[in-house]
């Protein structure tokens, strides 16, 4: 499986090299503000002691959306699915997993409590981890 950003969507192979292009998730990433820009600016960039390394402007090149999912995000199941954690702007919210299966495109959502990363996938589970 192969997940694209631009469409937002799974690509599966086949055994025999030929493609599956997967349905686009048809919903809209948030657009990125200044006020998104400056939260991420201070959170990538400061030390323990909350004191700025770098200021917004000092990251000139932005996206106009967020993007659905980070490089980490992608977890294959045993259950021959795939799942994929999206983006979430801020740690207040619960984070979404969508889940994809190769003949029907994204057949479902899940939300994960705010403060848990998903760390594996079983039969019929799924393996949260909290600090």
């Known amino acids: 499986a192969l997940v694209r950003v631009k469409p937002y969507r799974v690509d599966w192979r086949r055994a025999n090299g030929a493609w599956i292009v997967g349905k686009p998730v048809g919903d809209a990433t948030p657009a990125v503000t200044t006020d998104m820009r400056r939260e991420l600016a201070r959170a990538v960039s400061t030390y323990g002691d909350e004191i700025p390394v770098f200021d917004v402007s000092d990251f000139p090149d932005w996206p106009d959306r967020v993007p659905p999912f980070t490089s980490h995000s992608v977890h294959a199941g045993p259950d021959g699915r ?42 019929r589970t799924l393996f949260l981890a909290r600090p």
């Open 82 to 123: 795939v799942y994929v954690v999206r983006t979430r702007i801020g740690g207040k919210t619960p984070r979404q997993v969508d889940v994809f299966d190769r003949q029907r495109g994204r057949v479902g959502s899940l939300s994960i409590p705010s403060g848990s990363r998903l760390v594996g996938i079983g039969q």
